[in-house]
């Protein structure tokens, strides 16, 4: 028996509505999207700016760059208490305050006058940011059916890379026309616009909106396996943090993760630098050349859900669609950086690293997506501690880069030693098992194939 018939002979039969689903789940989606975009677009802004502030404040650039990093090491920090925030609270009082919080940020940048107030600016922007994806990932479980959480998992991923196209090229013609101060007033007001919007109209569950049908609600329940239907009302109180460290999947995701995230900062980072230095293009060039392998990323974020849940329905087997998914995309992305090694011209490799880049995005849902499927009652947590894990090795990986350039005078041991950090995220992946969930009310068993590192991978319908 498969995955899928096995979660469905575990889920009591929906009820019956003579009415088509509505269609609400699609707007909540759409709010927690809008708030990656706006919150993605408030925090690449600044690196946009940053010549023109540095020179109208008179900062050194060595001030520069700390206002600049202040950012990644709150928003890496508080990923567990906002998540925990986020879970005790519900999304909807939690993601209005994050907003009110980063927005608030932008205009203190704004009207900042100086080195002190631009650095905490941007330790209450991090801060802010922190809990957005916790939150927003508990409210796909909720607001998700499982053939589709995927995609909705990709579509936030989406609209943070949408926010960060938005910053670049809207920040740039902005500061040609009027003065960067009046740039971040105008980033702040959407902020704001949307917590009061997304306040009134936002529910944190089905049930609690009027809007939905019970046809919707049941569309929603459907599928689930019986820890997650059970896990469905709302619990608080304190995490047994000792029981997720103890689960042995969570310390797989946390491997892939670091592997996903070091991966992604560097093309965030040196990598235009590295085109300089080993492929002779100009500034100019490496800049166009990015966005191009950027561009990758995006399209592997949307691709990547809608295959993960098109596997899923297919073959309904959770290992396949998730682990199976992320083991292949990061095993090709190393496989292809390794190709860009080897080969001579500098638009081949580019080609090759943009595909290497949107191969790995593919396994971005599949996290999300597993992450949720693992947590039973504690989804913002257990995001919160993986995207936490993820940051600091994001923060970490651009000085790790430059001691062993400095080290080695090498720029290609650098290129061979991603291809090597994305292969053994795909080897976390081959040994990762989504069906063992971490939090599970009491005496409430694991499922059957809890007990084995990874199951037997079906091909029944």
């Known amino acids: 028996m498969s995955d899928r018939e096995d979660l469905q002979a575990e889920t009591s039969a929906p009820t019956i509505d003579?009415?088509?689903?509505?269609?609400?789940?699609?707007?909540?989606?759409?709010?927690?999207?809008?708030?990656?975009?706006?919150?993605?677009?408030t925090r690449n802004a600044i690196g946009i700016a940053e010549s023109r502030i540095r020179g109208d404040l008179d900062i050194s650039l060595n001030e520069s760059g700390y206002i600049l990093g202040a950012f990644f090491w709150t928003y890496a920090i508080f990923q567990v208490p906002t998540g925990s925030f986020s879970h005790n609270f519900g999304t909807r009082i939690a993601l209005t305050l994050f907003a009110i919080g980063w927005s608030a940020a932008t205009f203190a940048t704004a009207v900042s006058p100086g080195f002190w107030l631009l650095i905490s600016a941007q330790l209450l922007m991090g801060i802010a940011q922190a809990g957005i994806f916790p939150a927003s990932t508990n409210s796909v479980n909720y607001w998700t059916p499982m053939a589709n959480r995927s995609l909705a998992c990709g579509m936030l991923a989406v609209g943070m890379q949408v926010g960060a196209i938005v910053a670049s090229v809207l920040t740039g013609e902005l500061l040609e026309a009027i003065d960067w101060r009046w740039v971040f007033v105008l980033f702040a007001l959407p902020g704001f616009l949307w917590a009061a919007a997304f306040y009134f109209r936002f529910r944190d569950r089905p049930e609690l909106d009027p809007r939905t049908n019970a046809a919707e609600r049941s569309l929603i329940r459907a599928g689930r396996p019986s820890e997650q239907t059970h896990n469905a009302d709302h619990e608080t109180g304190p995490t047994d943090w000792k029981a997720m460290l103890r689960h042995p999947g969570i310390w797989l995701i946390y491997g892939q993760q670091i592997c996903r995230a070091a991966g992604y900062m560097f093309f965030a980072s040196w990598f235009p630098t590295f085109l300089q230095e080993t492929r002779g293009v100009s500034i100019k060039e490496?800049?166009?050349?990015?966005?191009?392998?950027?561009?990758?990323?995006?399209?592997?974020?949307?691709?990547?859900?809608?295959?993960?849940?098109?596997?899923?329905?297919?073959?309904?087997?959770?290992?396949?669609?998730?682990?199976?998914?992320?083991?292949?995309?990061?095993?090709?992305?190393?496989?292809?950086?390794?190709?860009?090694?080897?080969?001579?011209?500098?638009?081949?490799?580019?080609?090759?690293?943009?595909?290497?880049?949107?191969?790995?995005?593919?396994?971005?849902?599949?996290?999300?997506?597993?992450?949720?499927?693992?947590?039973?009652?504690?989804?913002?947590?257990?995001?919160?501690?993986?995207?936490?894990?993820?940051?600091?090795?994001?923060?970490?990986?651009?000085?790790?880069?430059?001691?062993?350039?400095?080290?080695?005078?090498?720029?290609?041991?650098?290129?061979?030693?991603?291809?090597?950090?994305?292969?053994?995220?795909?080897?976390?992946?081959?040994?990762?098992?989504?069906?063992?969930?971490?939090?599970?009310?009491?005496?409430?068993?694991?499922?059957?194939?809890?007990?084995?590192?990874?199951?037997?991978?079906?091909t029944e319908e």
């Open 18 to 41: 003579t009415l088509p689903p509505t269609n609400i789940r699609f707007l909540a989606i759409l709010w927690l999207t809008t708030a990656a975009s706006l919150a993605y677009l």
């Open 286 to 458: 490496s800049g166009y050349m990015q966005g191009l392998v950027l561009a990758g990323a995006l399209t592997g974020c949307l691709l990547g859900g809608l295959l993960t849940d098109w596997i899923w329905r297919r073959s309904g087997n959770l290992w396949l669609s998730r682990s199976g998914m992320g083991a292949f995309s990061l095993g090709t992305c190393g496989l292809l950086i390794l190709g860009s090694w080897l080969v001579e011209d500098v638009y081949l490799a580019i080609g090759l690293l943009t595909a290497g880049v949107l191969f790995a995005s593919l396994a971005g849902p599949a996290t999300f997506t597993s992450v949720i499927d693992i947590s039973g009652s504690r989804v913002a947590q257990v995001l919160g501690a993986v995207n936490m894990v993820g940051n600091f090795a994001a923060a970490l990986c651009p000085i790790v880069i430059g001691q062993i350039f400095q080290r080695t005078d090498n720029w290609n041991l650098v290129l061979a030693l991603f291809a090597a950090i994305y292969l053994l995220g795909a080897v976390c992946w081959l040994f990762f098992n989504p069906r063992r969930v971490i939090f599970t009310r009491p005496n409430e068993p694991l499922a059957a194939e809890s007990v084995s590192a990874v199951p037997a991978i079906s």
